[in-house]
């Protein structure tokens, strides 16, 4: 049974996501934004439920047609079925993200949102607390810091979190893009220091 204090909270989050949503345009359907706020499908249900706009970006740029320095088509979602439609196309990417039209300090802010709201409708929901992977000082190729998170989630129990980290870093496009969504799976960690190299 939920107390009237947690119903006070929800419906002011459900009045501070309708103020942001005010100040959101659609756009023209293209983004060049590489640095999606992506959430879980639990996640993504609460946020269609409470109308948050949500999209989904295509992997590959479509070059010709395509507005200035927007390379990527961008689908607006506003319904699970829709979500779900867009979600099932190969060339997609495979979670959707807040909507890339609102700034990016908004977005992180509509997912903090979205994570207090499940705190007090579904708890168990929540995403798995973040393991600490051995990846600050680590040799920076973009491949190697995948295989070491990628690592760190399995020893950590957590294999669907590391394949579903695994598409979206396969898919990301840049070497930026990509840490920030191994950031969203694991906390950055010192690694172990290497043995000196025999100069024989």
Known sequence: MMTQNQEAALNAFRELIQYHKSMWSEGSGYTGNEQLVYLTMPQARIAVRYELPLGIRCTCPTGIGSP????YRYVTVMDI????RWLSFSDMDNLPSIHTEFPQHIQQRMRDYILQIMEIECPECLPVQKPVAPLLGAQG???NLLCIANRTLRGAGQQEQAEQMWRLVMNSGNYFSALAIIGEYVDFGEALPQPPANNK
Do not use: A, G, S
């Open 81 to 84: 079925e829709q979500m779900t």
């Open 68 to 71: 200035l320095r927007k390379p």
């Open 141 to 143: 190729d973009i491949y």
